[in-house]
């Protein structure tokens, strides 16, 4: 008999979506949209912008997340996180 093995939820999954929670909180709060993409091309999600009088702005920002459960390779003595970027 053959078995297959199911697929699973891991906890990179869960972050995953935490981390994308978690920032559409603040664009929210911030009186703008987020926008997330099912596939994953690279990007995770785009914000769209809204004038003071809720008018649309034009222009579209993309975001790509990460997320991780070990942050002290990048926590300063200040206790600020720094990330690098290429």
Request: no cysteine; aromatic share 14%; hydrophobic share 35%.
């Amino acid at each position: 008999m053959i078995q297959f093995k199911r697929k699973r939820r891991t906890r990179e999954h869960i972050i995953a979506d935490l981390s994308a929670n978690h920032l559409e909180y603040f664009i929210l709060k911030a009186g703008f949209t987020m926008e997330k993409f099912e596939a994953d091309y690279g990007y995770d999600a785009q914000l769209h912008t809204y004038t003071e009088a809720g008018e649309y702005e034009n222009g579209t920002v993309y975001i790509q997340l990460k997320a991780t459960d070990h942050l002290e390779p990048y926590r300063l003595k200040s206790g600020t996180l720094s990330f690098p970027l290429d």
